[in-house]
């Protein structure tokens, strides 16, 4: 079946400081790939996307690549905020095999610090 | 478009009892779907519906729990006899237009069975 792992957290970073969250997937089809931010007290929110290998999505300053090779979609960032402090969740879902559910990571928390 | 809400935010009910939770999309929606996600968990994919067919149904699902969706609009999800086990986040979510694929979240249902 399909899946996704994330590295686990909490991943605990200075401002300013650089930000990679690992994530690599499973699929029984061709996946879209999703990062979705979860901030505290607020509902899942779509970050950012790419729907086929290469594309790089990209908001906020975050970026994500698609790389269909090594299966997986790292979630960056050049320089941090407090502002940025959530859980991150990475998803995919398959269209073409029928199924419309998003399959999750299991999130990975992020502290940024002044 | 107000996006997507749900109705109630929190619920507290006994063992044993039934509970109905509602989902109203954004209006012009056609898929919704319903998630559960257990503390430090990502979400996990429950049912959905395009229209007013549910045309998947996770093994998540037991016979205790069933969703509608009469008119295509909102969706209900009851769960019969809770346990405590079913204590968690209620997320719905719904996606339509030409990327379909990209889902929006409401803030969710917590649910505490005592």
């Known amino acids: 079946g399909d899946s996704v792992t994330q590295m686990e957290g909490p991943v605990t970073l200075s401002e300013e400081a650089f930000l990679t969250i690992n994530c690599t997937y499973t699929?029984?089809?061709?996946?879209?790939l999703f990062w979705y931010v979860q901030y505290p007290g607020e509902g899942l929110q779509l970050l950012l996307k790419a729907t086929k290998a290469d594309d790089k999505g990209s908001n906020k300053g975050f970026e994500a690549t698609y790389r269909k090779e090594t299966t997986s979609f790292h979630l960056e960032k050049g320089s941090v905020q407090v502002s940025d402090s959530a859980v991150y969740f990475c998803a995919l879902s398959v269209a073409d095999t029928g199924r419309r559910a998003l399959t999750f990571g299991s999130g990975t928390r992020l502290q940024v610090q002044p | 478009d107000t996006g997507v809400s749900q109705d109630p935010r929190h619920k507290i009910t006994k063992r044993g009892q039934n509970v109905t939770f509602r989902c109203d999309p954004i209006?012009?929606?056609?898929?919704l779907y319903w998630y559960r996600q257990t503390l430090g968990q990502g979400p996990e994919f429950l049912t959905y519906f395009q229209n007013e067919a549910q045309l998947e149904k996770s093994r998540l699902l037991s016979d205790r729990f069933s969703a509608e969706r009469p008119k295509g609009s909102f969706s209900t999800l009851e769960i019969q006899r809770t346990e405590q086990g079913d204590s968690a986040m209620y997320l719905c979510?719904?996606?339509?237009?030409?990327?379909?694929?990209?889902?929006?979240f409401g803030p969710g249902t917590r649910l505490t069975v005592l």
């Open positions: 209006s012009e929606h056609n898929r």
């Open positions: 699929a029984t089809g061709y996946p879209s």
């Open positions: 979510a719904s996606s339509g237009g030409p990327d379909y694929n990209e889902q929006f």
